[in-house]
């Protein structure tokens, strides 16, 4: 699959905002057709709900190991709602984000973005020993629900960066 850098690396400072969303414990492989299944069901519930948002939506790697299980969300920035047991609110925490937008190969942008902090002299907001992350968000620049071909897909990395 072809790669396309459409802005960044850069580092964005954020405020704290709300997000509503689906979390659950998925295994690395299939976690793709796992987020695509759980955006038509938070689709289905805002629609149910009479919630309209414009997004973005995004997906949320909470903790990461790619042999075994992943601790995913997907859900919808700048939402505040009540939620129920499955949809719940959180928070896309504050901080710098290392942040960088492509259309394509996942995978070369996000080792080209992992690869990054160490040329400014910065760490991530992780655990590598656990695979938890403070903040690593796949923000879809582009609305699913009215594009649905992944492949004109803007989408935006942005991993939390510690504080310095």
């Known amino acids: 699959m072809a790669f396309e850098k459409i802005d960044g690396p850069r580092v964005e400072r954020r405020e704290a905002t709300a997000t509503l969303g689906i979390r659950i414990v998925t295994p690395f ?19 149910a709900e009479g919630v309209e948002t414009d997004g973005p939506f995004f997906l949320r790697l909470l903790t990461i190991d790619m042999a075994g299980d992943m601790e995913i969300e997907v859900g919808a920035i700048g939402v505040v709602h009540a939620g129920d047991d499955r ?26 973005l992992l690869a990054w902090p160490e040329t400014i002299g910065r760490r991530f907001d992780a655990e ?37």
């Open 29 to 47: 492989r299939g976690m793709l057709a796992t987020r695509d299944a759980l955006l038509a069901e938070l689709f289905a519930w805002l629609s």
């Open 87 to 112: 949809v719940r609110p959180g928070e896309m925490p504050p901080g710098e984000y290392a942040v960088l937008a492509y259309r394509g190969s996942s995978l070369q942008a996000n080792r080209m």
């Open 128 to 164: 590598p020993d656990t695979g938890v992350w403070g903040g690593r968000f796949e923000i879809l620049r582009t609305d699913p629900r009215h594009e649905r071909r992944k492949t004109a897909w803007t989408i935006e990395l942005a991993f939390l960066l510690e504080e310095v």
